[in-house]
């Protein structure tokens, strides 16, 4: 298929885990015109977008513009809610012993006469004790509570505002994707990559099986994790982070037997942390630290950083094929997922024109790397004493992440970035979760009574205590069965 003229007929994806079932499904749904056609390789150890349970919020968007009832992307798969992780042992607080905080996705609290709810609760910790910041998050407090409602249809309701994920089963999902993927016309072709033709032009001209077949696209889409099986044979330009984000090494154990929670714990340890939650549990460390012997075992190598062009010429990279972190704060899936909805919105021709992956490339990278802060700032505002915590806060954060921190500081003010995966709150969430406060007061809250400010804050906390304490457990009855009903 030399011809680059005209549009793309043809595509091929590599990878049958969720990542790469994920995206022939998503092309096949949303661009029916296509052919496509899926290696379905078994994904990697190291490839984390397909081994964890644990979701952002942004897979129920997926499901949504897939066409995905409900019951076939959830219920059927065995999927809970989800509404947030609380982190344990990442800093200490005020009386100097370690402490925790819950980051959920939604609001804080209200704007109070003008002025952010969270400059108002920064000048009240400055003098006083007030409630922990997550007391005036629905989801932080249901999450805590093990309760859950669906959200209100009003934003500015009590119980309203926030945002949940899902935890799910990797396999049943992917069979799940798998079986949506086939009725929607993708084809599945058995073998196993062995290498990759490039043609004269410099483009990828067919995938090599096996068995000897040649299988030719217009377009190549690769989900092999890590490795990149297909990208790989175009160029091995990458991007280190591990300055910033120093843990290598994931041991995952499974706990499918635990019960279900809408919270993950994510635990800080001398070298690294660990997690349960969601039916898995497992351990991310830095194997070279001191004390890292404790953990036991070699673990799945993860060395994070990204590809400057994971889309080049006829081939593009997502996934852990593209961007590689390490699964603190779950969002190995979501890139993949986020790159998917970008090829379907951003397809070329088949000439895959320069100008246009440019600006493919551009809108990953900038997602990449504010996700690269957003991890690499749960590290670089930790006061953990230990030799590993030390040396990666004393390391320079990225351009990007300082001044974010250093805006933060100053007035309590957070610059918008362009992709930003996390939300205004979901940054706040985990700033003053770790004891990071605004320097001064905003002089938008300046004329605002501190006692004033108090009061209504304490009513707020109180009211939503009561709220969601009248809600059902969790796990009482499938919440998004209740969701499907009240539609």
């Known amino acids: 298929m030399s011809d680059r003229h005209g549009p793309i007929r043809r595509v091929l994806v590599a990878g049958g885990g969720l990542v790469g079932w994920s995206a022939a499904a998503a092309l096949q ?25 644990a979701t952002l919020p942004s897979i129920l968007g997926f499901h949504e513009d897939l066409g995905l009832s409900d019951a076939d992307a959830v219920v059927r798969t065995g999927s809970n809610i989800r509404l947030g992780t609380l982190f344990e042992g990442w800093t200490t607080g005020r009386a100097g012993h370690l402490t925790d905080y819950v980051h959920a996705y939604g609001r804080h609290g209200r704007p109070f006469e003008g002025g952010s709810f969270h400059l108002h609760w920064a000048r009240a910790a400055r ?35 926030f945002e949940h ?18 009725h929607c016309g993708v084809r599945e072709r058995a073998g196993d990559l062995t290498g990759v033709e490039i043609g004269e032009d410099g ?23 890590p490795a990149a099986r297909l990208r790989s044979a175009l160029d091995d330009a990458r991007i280190s982070w591990a300055s910033w984000l120093p843990c290598d090494r994931l041991i995952l154990e499974d706990a ?34 001191a004390g890292a012997a404790e953990w036991g075992g070699q673990g799945v190598a993860i060395d994070p950083g990204t590809r400057p062009r994971p889309w080049l010429r006829n081939c593009v990279a997502i996934g852990d094929a593209a961007t590689a972190v390490e699964p603190l704060e779950w969002t190995n899936l979501h890139l993949a997922h986020s790159a998917i ?21 551009r809108q990953c990278a900038a997602e990449a790397e504010r996700v690269r802060d957003f991890l690499a700032l749960h590290y670089a505002v930790s006061d953990r004493p230990e030799p ?41 969430a985990v ?12 002089p938008l809250i300046a004329l605002v009574p501190p006692d004033r400010a108090t009061a209504a804050m304490t009513h707020h906390a109180q009211a939503l205590a009561a709220a969601i304490a009248a809600l059902p457990p969790a796990g009482a009855a499938h919440p998004i069965l209740q969701r499907s009903r009240s539609r």
């Open 388 to 428: 590993f915590w030390r040396a990666v806060a004393d390391v320079a954060p990225p351009p990007s992440l300082a001044h974010s921190l250093a805006q933060f500081r100053a007035r309590g003010r957070l610059p918008f970035y362009e992709e930003e995966t996390f939300a205004k709150d979901s940054w706040l």
């Open 165 to 182: 994920g899902l935890h799910i089963d990797p396999v049943r999902y992917a069979a799940m994707l798998r079986a949506f993927a086939l």
């Open 203 to 225: 483009f990828v001209a067919a995938a090599l099986l096996a068995e000897g077949d040649r299988v030719e696209a217009n377009l190549f889409v690769d989900a092999t994790g």
């Open 256 to 289: 499918a037997a635990m019960p279900a929670d809408p919270l993950d714990r994510v635990t800080a340890h001398g070298c690294g942390w660990r997690w349960t939650g969601g039916g898995s549990q497992g351990l991310v460390y830095a194997s070279a630290s």
């Open 431 to 442: 700033l003053i979760g770790q004891n990071v406060l605004p320097e001064r007061d905003d």
């Open 29 to 53: 749904r949303r661009l029916p015109w296509l052919e496509v056609v899926i290696l379905p390789i078994a994904p990697p150890a190291d490839a984390i977008a397909d081994r964890m349970r």
């Open 127 to 161: 003098h006083q004790v007030p409630a922990p910041f997550d007391r005036f998050s629905a989801a932080a407090v249901m999450a805590r509570a093990g309760r859950f409602a669906v959200p209100a249809d009003d934003p500015e309701a009590l119980v309203g505002g």
């Open 341 to 361: 909805d970008r090829i379907v919105a951003m397809l070329p021709g088949r000439d895959c024109a320069p100008v246009e992956l440019a600006e493919y490339n």
